[in-house]
C-alpha cells in the first residue's frame, strides 16, 4: 500500500476516548484522606464529615493547564510532590478558554476545556486516581475569570464529576476560580451550579468571590451545607494586615475559607518572594487553621515564541519541565520554591500515627514499617511472640511477608496497630510511549506534529534519542510491521522541530491500516524497574471532504446552481446524492454537477455520500437548498420526515449533539445551549433554520470558543448551520420541553 506524506498534526486530544473510571483506585499509603474522610464545612471551619473535627490542609496548586503546566499534570509528579514535598492537597487548575478577563488572552488551541472537554475528562480521572492512590484531596478548579460566561458548561462538567466522584473523599470541587464581576453575578452563577453537584454530593464545594478571590466576607446568598469560600493573596502585593481581615470577617460571620490560591511573589507571579510577608500569612492560617495551596508547581522559566518568560512564583528553578522522578530528584528550588518547601515539610503530620491513634500501646506495637516491594518480609520488624492480621493481605501477610506495593494495617493479638507502608519500585519512563492514533488526514491523539525523514512517508518521531528520562538505552520493536514499523532516520521534513531537524531520530513509520502492538525494553538502573511495556499504535483511514461549492443554497424558481453537486469529493472518491433522503426529487434536478430548480416552492435537504475507499472513511454530508419562498414551501410534511431520519438527533435536555471530527469546528448543544470551538481564527456564523427554511436565528461569533444560547427558540425540529471560511457543520437539532 502506498501511503503519501501525512500532513502535520493537528494539536488536538479531542480523540482521546471518554475517560475510564478512577473509582476503583486504592490508596497506596497512609494520608489525610485515611484521617478525615469526606471535608465538609460547619459555620467558619472545613470539617471531617466523620469526625466532625477541624480539618487542616496544605499543599500545591498546579500551574494552568497549558502547554506550560499540562506536562506536570501526571500521577509521576503528583506521587513525587507527595513524599517530597509533603503535599495533602493538589489543586487541578483547569483552564477554561481564557487567562484573563478580556476574553481575548485565550489558551492556546488544544489546551483550553472548552475546546477538548472529554480529553480533560481523561486528566482529571487520571489525577484523581492519583491522588486516591497517594490518599491526598484533589480540588476539581474551574480556573477561569468569567465563568458566568460559562455557566452552561461548568453545569455540565460539575454534574457530571458529581455524579462520578461525588463519593469519593479524595474530591473537593472549586466551581470559580477568580471571578472579575460582582458577588451577585458570583451567586447567580453558583445557584446554577450547585445543585447539579449536591444532587449527587456532600462533599467539600469552593465559592470563588469578587475582586479575584480576594473578599470571601462579602459573600452571602448561598444556602447549601459544605461550602466554603476562596481567598487569594500573594505576599508581596497583599499584606496580612489588610486582605487577613477579609478573612477574619467572613469567618466571623460564619463562613469558611479555603486559601486555594497563594503566592509568596506579587500578584502577577513575578517578582522577588516576600519571605517575611508569606511567613506573617503562614502564622496566620496556621492560627486559623485555614488550608492552602501554594501557586504553582512548575519550572520558572519558560520560552514561547522565542521569548523566555519568568514567572518567580513557580516551585522549581530553570527551564526543564521536570516531568520525571529523575528529573524531580535533581531539581533545584527557586526563592519562592525554597519557602514554600520549608513551611510544607516542617508542617507536616504523621498521618499513620493520627491514623492509630489510642492503639499504639501494647506489647504488639513497634514503630511504623516503611520497607520496599524487593525487601521480601517485614517481619523481622513485628514484635517477637506477637501475632498480626494484615488489613490488606495483598500487600504484607498476616505473617510480614510483602506481596506488592501499598499499605497494610497490622494489627497485633493485643490490639495494638501498626501501619506498615510498601514503597513500589519505580517505573523507567520511555518518552512519548503511550498509545497512539493518527489517521490518514495527518491528525492524532496527541499534541505532536508529524515528522518526516523524505517526502513520501507517513511517520511519527518519537525521540531523538533512544534512552529513558532514567538514563536506561531502550529498544522498540512492532509486532505488526506490516501496520507500523519503527525506525531510525534523519528528520529532514520542515515539520521537524529545531532539536530534530538533520539528526536521528526514532520514529514510527505508518505502511497500513489496523492497530499495532509496540514493545519497548529497557535494563533496570538504579532505583528503577527494567522496562517491558506495550502499547497500540493505530492508523485509521482518513475523513473525506466536499468541495467548498457543496454549501447551502437559495435558487429562484427555475433557476440554476452551476457547480453545487460535484461528482466527487476533494479526494477524489465518487459521490452520490439524496434528496430528502430520496434518489430524485419533484422540486429540483441534477445535472452534471449543476442543480435546476423546479417551478414549486420547496426546501430540500441534498445529502452527499461517498462509499469506503481504499484511503478514506465512508462519508456523508448533508446541505439545505431552498427553491423560491420556503415560506410557502409544498414539501414541509416530507421535509420534516426527512430531518427525523437523520441522525443524529437528541432531545437537548438529556444529551448533547455528535459533530464531525474531520472539521476544526466542534459543536455541542445542552440544555438550549450551543457551545462552540473552532481551530481557526475566523469569525464563526451561526444560522439555525426551521424545516420550512426560514432563519430563525444568525449569530456572529468572534472568539473561537463561545457559548450561544438556544433558549428563544420555540420547540420545534431545526438546522444549525455553523460556518467558519468555507467550512461548514450542519447539526440536525430538536428542541422539546419536558
Known amino acids: ?74 500521577d509521576v509528579v503528583l506521587d513525587w510532590a507527595t513524599d517530597n514535598l509533603k503535599i495533602d492537597v493538589i489543586r487541578f487548575a483547569m483552564g477554561i478558554t481564557y487567562y484573563d478577563d478580556k476574553s481575548s488572552n485565550k489558551l492556546s488551541d488544544g489546551y483550553s476545556y472548552s475546546s477538548v472537554p472529554d480529553s480533560y475528562k481523561v486528566i482529571v480521572d487520571r489525577m484523581i486516581k492519583a491522588a486516591i492512590e497517594n490518599d491526598i484531596y484533589i480540588i476539581l478548579d474551574w480556573h477561569s475569570h468569567v465563568a458566568y460566561n460559562e455557566t452552561a458548561a461548568a453545569k455540565a462538567f460539575f454534574a457530571e464529576m458529581a455524579q462520578k466522584y461525588g463519593k469519593v473523599p479524595n474530591v473537593i470541587f472549586e466551581i470559580f476560580n477568580e471571578p472579575t464581576g460582582s458577588w451577585g453575578q458570583v451567586q447567580s452563577y453558583a445557584n446554577e451550579v450547585i445543585p447539579g453537584i449536591r444532587a449527587a454530593s456532600e462533599n467539600l464545594i469552593i465559592v470563588g468571590n469578587s475582586g479575584w478571590s480576594s473578599n470571601p466576607q462579602e459573600a452571602n446568598g448561598l444556602s447549601y451545607p459544605n461550602l466554603a469560600y476562596a481567598l487569594h493573596f500573594y505576599a508581596a502585593s497583599h499584606p496580612v494586615s489588610g486582605y487577613g481581615g477579609h478573612a477574619t470577617q467572613a469567618m466571623s460571620a460564619g463562613k469558611a475559607v479555603f486559601v486555594t490560591e497563594y503566592g509568596t511573589v506579587n500578584y502577577d507571579g513575578a517578582g522577588t518572594p516576600n519571605e517575611s510577608a508569606t511567613n506573617s500569612w503562614y502564622d496566620f492560617m496556621d492560627k486559623n487553621n485555614i488550608s492552602s495551596c501554594n501557586w504553582s508547581l512548575r519550572q520558572v522559566k519558560t520560552t514561547e515564541n522565542g521569548n523566555v518568560k519568568n514567572e518567580t512564583s ?106 506498615v507502608t510498601i514503597q513500589s519500585i519505580p517505573a523507567q519512563t520511555v518518552p512519548n510511549f503511550k498509545d497512539l492514533t ?68 526514532l520514529m514510527y513509520e505508518f505502511k497500513g491500516f489496523g492497530s499495532a502492538k509496540i514493545v519497548a525494553t529497557a535494563p533496570a538502573v538504579t532505583g528503577y524497574k527494567a522496562v517491558q511495556d506495550t502499547i497500540t499504535v493505530t492508523f485509521e483511514k482518513g475523513s473525506n471532504k466536499m468541495h467548498s461549492n457543496f454549501k447551502k443554497t437559495k435558487l429562484a424558481l ?82 420534516e420526515q426527512a430531518i427525523e431520519a437523520e441522525k443524529p438527533v437528541v432531545d437537548p435536555d438529556v444529551g448533547m449533539i455528535s459533530t464531525r471530527a474531520d472539521l476544526p469546528i466542534h459543536a455541542t448543544v445542552v440544555n438550549s445551549q450551543l457551545a462552540i470551538a473552532s481551530n481557526e481564527s475566523e469569525p464563526i456564523n451561526v444560522e439555525v433554520f426551521a424545516v420550512n427554511g426560514k432563519k430563525v436565528m444568525s449569530h456572529v461569533v468572534n472568539a473561537s470558543n463561545a457559548l450561544v444560547s438556544l433558549a428563544s427558540i420555540p420547540n420545534g425540529s431545526y438546522t444549525i448551520v455553523i460556518s467558519q471560511g468555507p467550512r461548514q457543520l450542519n447539526i440536525s437539532w430538536k428542541k422539546s420541553s419536558k
Open 1 to 74: 500500500m502506498k501511503i503519501k506524506k501525512l500532513l502535520p498534526c493537528l494539536l488536538a486530544f479531542a480523540a482521546i476516548p471518554a475517560f475510564a473510571d478512577a473509582t476503583t483506585a486504592v490508596a497506596k499509603k497512609v494520608g489525610p484522606v485515611s484521617y478525615y474522610g469526606t471535608l465538609g464545612s460547619s459555620g467558619s471551619k472545613v470539617i471531617s464529615l466523620k469526625t466532625n473535627k477541624e480539618a487542616m490542609l496544605r499543599g500545591m496548586s498546579w500551574f494552568w493547564s497549558d502547554a506550560t503546566g499540562l506536562p506536570y499534570y501526571s
Open 438 to 505: 493518527c489517521n490518514y488526514n495527518g491528525t492524532c491523539t496527541t499534541n505532536r506534529v508529524l515528522n518526516y525523514s523524505n517526502g513520501t512517508n507517513k511517520e511519527w518521531v518519537v525521540t531523538t534519542e533512544a534512552k529513558t528520562l532514567e538514563g536506561a538505552s531502550f529498544t522498540l520493536t512492532s509486532l505488526n510491521p506490516e501496520i507500523v514499523t519503527v525506525k531510525t532516520a534523519v528528520c529532514a521534513h520542515v515539520s521537524c522541530s529545531n532539536a530534530q531537524t538533520g539528526k536521528q531520530v
Open 558 to 639: 427555475g433557476g440554476v446552481a452551476d457547480k453545487l453537486l460535484p461528482d466527487t469529493t476533494m479526494y477524489h472518491t465518487p459521490v452520490t446524492f439524496t434528496f430528502n433522503g430520496k434518489e430524485s426529487s419533484d422540486y429540483v434536478t441534477k445535472q452534471g454537477p449543476a442543480l435546476y430548480a423546479g417551478n414549486q416552492n420547496a426546501v430540500v435537504r441534498i445529502t452527499a455520500n461517498a462509499p469506503e475507499t481504499d484511503f478514506y472513511k465512508e462519508f456523508h454530508q448533508t446541505i439545505q437548498v431552498i427553491v423560491g419562498d420556503s415560506a410557502q414551501a409544498v414539501n414541509l410534511a416530507e421535509l
Open 314 to 419: 513557580a516551585m522549581f528553578d530553570g527551564d526543564v519541565e521536570l516531568t520525571s522522578k529523575a528529573l524531580l530528584d535533581a531539581a533545584t528550588y527557586s526563592n519562592s520554591g525554597k519557602i514554600v518547601k520549608a513551611y510544607l515539610t516542617k508542617s507536616a503530620r504523621n498521618w499513620p500515627e493520627l491514623v492509630t491513634a489510642g492503639k499504639r500501646t501494647g506489647a504488639c506495637a513497634v514503630p511504623h514499617i516503611t520497607a520496599k516491594e524487593l525487601d521480601g518480609s517485614v517481619a523481622s520488624k513485628l514484635g517477637a511472640g506477637c501475632t498480626y492480621t494484615s488489613s490488606n493481605p495483598s500487600v504484607v501477610s498476616n505473617t510480614g511477608e510483602i506481596l506488592s506495593g501499598g499499605y497494610s494495617i497490622m494489627t497485633g493479638n493485643d490490639g495494638t496497630q501498626t501501619v
